[in-house]
């Protein structure tokens, strides 16, 4: 029955949306040179799912507003072309919108966001000072630098900025995530998580959202009804995770919808979801009021919030209690400080050895945190590469933003124990010519010379990223916050991982999968 009812609500939508689509075409033909006409026609199509015309009426409405000289609305259009998943277009549109306004303060904003998302980190860089002439207050120029000195590894920059904590505050999930690989102290953890119960406060406060009591939880002879809460359920790590749970899942046993924050795409992964699931629910467009309405209406019985602080979150969708069971898992190792959660999901090995650094309560799986199954079309290498070369090779796939000068005090004290090993850095943000000073620099701050530090773009050489382990002896990890894809797939890939742990869960990812693993 409920799901015959998500159906019908699906097809009144979807004839509200064709009528609107019919009205606006008209009302193009009457107006051809206005780009709000464009832009509303591309949103129709997106919630429609034809993410083709969406692109091309987007690109239109771009063209129109460039015409005039709309630096404003070329920056809408650019934020809706990155939502159907065309970041090349979007960063051509801004690119664009500085030409025409080279220091107007949002512009240059969008800039350098989206310059960092295409790894072109130099740039970015370059741009900042811009965005100081253009008026920047310390607060947001500080939430915008922190991420590109952090790329970049430009340590120095970052401590620049003063207190971090105090900028977290203003700059949300856009912050909160890169404190994590500079949190090493259990005093700073503490206060870490203290600052995300703040800020989870402050923010509930400002929407009027108060203490709710969970829905009753009743027993039923119907099937059990799990909801997911993320944006990265489709082609994001995250998805090398959850997608298992979704091939595997019993549709006899029980109902698995979506919620994600993220409007259609109609990408292969999406479609392939789309009949895996019971249902994806769109709640881009719906306030966390509504989204949790929509739950409630579903009879969700556990919801799986799978953001955390990350880009996107919906956090505050659980603060409304829409299931009787509501559970953090997999997207953040960090409690969200949001009320409403009951548990996060860890394994033994994954839980904090302090329950106070974990605001939610423990919920141990027996075995493992995570499922992983291993790409079928991907072997190791027969040899090793130091049987090869002669020398060890050290390395990491690790997203640079979770460098620290922690990590490089300890792996290049690892390379001076092993005469001339090399570090192998393999990322696309190993284009930018500042990171590769600043590590180097730092690297030969520590006694190591240039010439042991590699660096290799994957993406630029078109390799898959797994078949550069094939170069690597022995993964060394980031710390305070280890990786968690890169130590699973250097493991499958043949190469063992040394890694460090502490009390907090961000620092125990990968001590849980190498103890998982046996």
Request: glycine share 6%; net charge negative.
């Amino acid at each position: 029955m409920q799901a015959t009812l998500i159906q019908d609500d699906k097809e009144k939508r979807e004839e509200l949306l064709e009528e609107a689509l019919e009205f606006a075409e008209r009302a193009q033909k009457l107006q051809s040179d206005n780009y709000k006409v464009a832009f509303n026609i591309g949103t129709l199509h997106q919630d429609l799912l034809n993410v083709r015309m969406a692109d091309a009426k987007f690109r239109a409405a771009a063209d129109v507003a460039e015409r005039i000289d709309d630096v404003v609305a070329m920056c809408k259009v650019a934020q809706r072309l990155e939502s159907i998943g065309n970041m090349q277009e979007a960063f051509n549109v801004i690119v664009r919108a500085q030409k025409l306004a080279p220091r107007d303060l949002n512009v240059v904003r969008q800039y350098i966001y989206y310059h960092g998302r295409m790894n072109k980190f130099d740039e970015a860089f370059e741009a900042l000072d811009w965005f100081r002439e253009a008026g920047a207050t310390e607060r947001d120029f500080g939430v915008h630098a922190f991420n590109i000195y952090q790329s970049i590894c430009d340590f120095s920059g970052v401590e620049s900025l003063g207190d971090l904590i105090e900028l977290a505050q203003a700059g949300g999930s856009a912050v909160f995530l890169g404190l994590l690989p500079l949190t090493e102290s259990e005093e700073q953890v503490h206060r870490l998580l203290e600052v995300h119960k703040e800020h989870a406060e402050g923010t509930c406060t400002a929407w009027g959202v108060n203490a709710m009591e969970a829905p009753a939880i009743v027993k039923s002879t119907r099937r059990m009804r799990i909801g997911m809460l993320s944006s990265d359920l489709m082609g994001h790590s995250v998805t090398k995770f959850s997608q298992p749970l979704v091939d595997h899942y019993d549709p006899d046993r029980m109902d698995l919808l979506a919620y994600t924050p993220l409007p259609p795409r109609g990408t292969d992964a999406e479609k392939k979801l789309t009949d895996q699931l019971t249902d994806i629910r769109y709640i881009h467009d719906k306030t966390d009021e509504q989204a949790a309405e929509l739950i409630r209406e579903d009879d969700v019985d556990v919801l799986v919030e799978m953001n955390g602080l990350t880009a996107h979150t919906r956090l505050m969708v659980g603060s409304y209690r829409p299931a009787p069971l509501q559970v953090s898992w997999l997207g953040y190792p960090f409690s969200g400080g949001y009320p409403g959660y009951d548990y996060f999901l860890v394994d033994e090995y994954l839980a904090p050895t302090d329950k106070s650094l974990l605001q939610e309560d423990s919920l141990i799986m027996p075995r493992t945190w995570i499922p992983y199954d291993a790409p079928k079309n991907i072997v190791p290498a027969e040899r090793a590469p130091h049987k090869m070369s002669g020398r060890v090779t050290f390395g990491t796939l690790n997203n640079t933003y979770k460098f620290s000068r922690q990590s490089i005090e300890t792996w290049a004290e690892v390379m001076r124990q092993v005469p001339d090993s090399t570090m192998l850095l393999v990322q696309p943000r190993g284009r930018s010519m500042k990171l590769r000073e600043n590590l180097v620099q730092l690297f030969v701050d520590e006694g190591i010379e240039a010439d042991r530090v590699a660096f290799f773009d994957n993406l630029a050489s078109r390799k898959y990223h797994l078949s550069c382990y094939d170069d690597i002896d022995i993964s060394l990890d980031t710390f305070p916050l280890t990786g968690g894809t890169t130590t699973i797939e250097a493991l499958h890939m043949g190469v063992p991982v040394v890694s460090m742990r502490g009390p907090a869960m961000h620092q125990r990812i990968s001590h849980a999968i190498l103890c998982g693993t046996g």
